[in-house]
Nanobody, 121 residues
């Protein structure tokens, strides 16, 4: 089984920065793509940033130029560097991994429990 644990959330003033981390652990054979999603109160969950197995990235328009997703494959960890934060970024941020567990030939989506990011004005 695969577990994802997010960290790095917290309270920050507008214009500040945070760096989120998501570490995958468990009986992992391989991890394919990873991504960060967020859900704000009263809104649907949206993809914030994704990174493929080869390192290509994609972002939702609202964070382009401010957020950067990166990955350390050796540590099974994905990061989200968030700069120039605005109150609209306030949400619970969830990590997702498309991974293949050991002894399996299939690929499955795994989710973390989320970390809260609050940006004050």
């Amino acid at each position: 089984q695969v577990q994802l644990v997010e960290s790095g959330g917290g309270l920050v003033q507008a214009g500040g920065s945070l760096r989120l981390s998501c570490a995958a652990s468990g009986s992992i054979f391989s991890i394919n793509s990873m991504g960060w999603y967020r859900q704000a109160p009263g809104k649907q969950r949206e993809l914030v940033a994704g990174i493929s197995g080869r390192g290509s990235t994609n972002y939702v328009d609202s964070v382009k130029g401010r957020f950067t997703i990166s990955r350390d494959k050796a540590k099974n960890t994905v990061y989200l560097q968030m700069n120039s934060l605005i109150p609209e970024d306030t949400a619970v941020y969830y990590c997702k991994a498309d991974a293949t567990p050991i002894y399996s030939s299939g690929s499955y989506n795994y989710w973390g429990k989320g970390t809260l990011v609050t940006v004050s004005s």
